[in-house]
């Protein structure tokens, strides 16, 4: 996927194609502004607030406890970028938002949105960390509240992938055990569960996450198949022969090339026989730009975080095949764009 500038009418439209607008404004100022609105509004409740129906600034800014003329500015905001609508005097929220804006759809994002605060300090530090190679720590996270955001935020991003994905990941036949490395609010083991009858799960998580990660998974695991473990994939032993599975999601972007090695190494030691080892991750292209917006800025993104970024599907192979796994297949997801899964056997 990639962002474009749309002209609105035909001046707009020779203006660019003359190169006569300043486009690098446009993909600065007006974006970053129209983000912030955006995260703005999550944070504030004005989204759920709207809901479904349609509602004056007015009645906005007393649901929302907001100044009754700022309130009308971000409104106004939000009106042009086009996630409200205006009629009437009245606000009203697009039926294509509602599911990803609205706490009571199980698509919602909104916490992703308010984590993207963190998210915008953090990336405050980017020049800095291009001068002098220093990233932020981002999982150095230091309050309660934070850490529960952010797996609230990892929540947003997975429940609709882990219902795509879980049907297209093999399990070792008649396995009761898999390890989810990094699993957080463990959605992609209850589902892969739900397909595979018998299995339960380990989540293993930091420490400092497993309470905030733990309280997300009981809202999903009816069945009471996770089980969460403390312990850290870099330092800690994993068994040896135990699982019939062990994915590792949205995680080996954190970690250098010699490290994803070892943990491959971790891997291939603790699956059974015939065991599946599934990497998940967003992916980086070949070439530059090859990819596309999403892969090109989150490569950026995930080094200046964690001094690393993102893999090739080359790479994360390499990983698995030199610990002596063999490759099966790859497989792409369709509700996050960029993102693919490498699956391998024992």
Not at 161 to 179: D, R
Not at 220 to 242: F, H, P, Q, R, W
Request: net charge positive; with cysteine.
């Amino acid at each position: 996927m990639k962002l474009k500038l749309q002209a609105q009418n035909p001046l707009e439209w020779i203006a660019l194609k003359l190169n006569l607008a300043p486009v690098p404004l446009f993909d600065t100022q007006i974006t970053f502004i129209a983000a912030r609105t955006i995260m703005a509004a999550a944070e504030l409740g004005i989204y759920e607030n709207i809901g479904k129906s349609s509602k004056t600034a007015i009645e906005i800014a007393k649901a929302c406890n907001t100044h009754l003329q700022s309130t009308e500015k971000l409104l106004g905001s939000l009106v042009g970028i086009g996630y409200l609508s205006y009629s009437d005097e009245k606000y009203q929220l697009p039926r294509k938002f509602q599911k990803w804006l609205l706490k009571d759809n199980e698509s919602n994002i909104i916490n992703k949105l308010r984590c993207q605060f963190m998210e915008w300090e953090m990336t405050s530090k980017l020049e800095h960390y291009v001068r002098t190679g220093k990233p932020v720590n981002f999982h150095s996270i230091s309050s309660k509240e934070q850490w529960g955001l952010y797996q609230e935020a990892m929540r947003d991003l997975s429940v609709n992938s882990s219902k795509e994905l879980a049907g297209k990941i093999p399990v070792l036949k008649g396995a009761k055990e898999m390890l989810d490395i990094g699993g957080s609010h463990g959605l992609y083991s209850v589902e892969i569960c739900k397909k595979n009858p018998g299995l339960s799960s380990t989540i293993l998580e930091l420490s400092d996450a497993i309470e905030s990660a733990s309280a997300i998974g009981k809202r999903y695991d009816k069945s009471g198949v996770l089980c969460y473990m403390a312990g850290n994939i870099l330092t800690d032993d994993i068994g040896e022969e135990k699982y019939g599975l062990i994915i590792i999601n949205n995680l080996v972007h954190h970690f250098t090339f010699e490290e994803n090695k070892e943990i491959a190494k971790k891997i291939i030691r603790a699956l059974k026989p015939g065991g599946f080892c599934a990497i998940g991750d967003i992916i980086r292209s070949k070439t530059p730009g090859e990819g596309g917006i999403a892969g090109a800025t989150m490569d950026l993104y995930f080094s200046l975080i964690s001094a690393s970024g993102t893999w090739s599907v080359e790479d994360i192979k390499s990983w698995q095949q030199s610990a002596g796994l063999t490759h099966e297949k790859t497989i792409s997801a369709m509700t996050i764009p960029g993102w693919k899964m490498i699956i391998a056997k024992k």
